[in-house]
């Protein structure tokens, strides 16, 4: 795989990648896509290097926390820095139904919770970045 294409790579697992499956992976990345854009983009520069990260999960069970501390493992030898609150995981599986058909989010609480992430995020990435 070409460097130049990395960073569209990174974007696509960004979005639809799956950080763990099954009991037996806990907590390992097994998504090829998403395992091969944190390694590529970690080559020479170091694409993640300095950069503000947040995580959200959804699945059932705790499995979507154990991913998480499992990435964010990977992001200290990466350089990412991830914020540290609030915990974004949601239990896709638990009634009431969090998605509608089309996989579009329709639970006001977690879309509550998920506006809190993002906002921490931005909080986070401008204090990185030194502004």
């Known amino acids: 795989m070409a460097p130049n294409v990395a960073k569209p790579i990174i974007k696509v697992a960004a979005l639809s990648g799956s950080l763990r499956k099954g009991s037996y992976h806990r907590g390992l990345i097994r ?3 998403l395992k091969n854009a944190i390694d590529w983009a970690s080559r020479p520069p170091n694409a993640w290097a300095n950069k503000a990260a947040a995580i959200i999960s959804t699945g059932g069970g705790a499995g979507g926390e154990r991913a998480q501390y499992h990435l964010r493992q990977v992001g200290v030898f990466l350089d990412l820095h ?3 609150k609030p915990l974004f995981t949601l ?7 969090k998605f509608d058909k089309d996989g ?3 639970s006001e609480e977690a879309k509550e ?3 809190e992430v993002l906002l921490a995020l931005h909080e986070f ?3 990185v970045q030194g502004k």
Not at 91 to 97: G, I, K, S, T, W
């Open 82 to 84: 991830f914020i540290n």
């Open 91 to 97: 239990n896709a599986f638990e009634p009431p139904a």
């Open 113 to 115: 919770k998920l506006k």
């Open 31 to 33: 998504a090829a896509p």
């Open 104 to 106: 579009n989010l329709v």
């Open 125 to 127: 990435t401008l204090r």
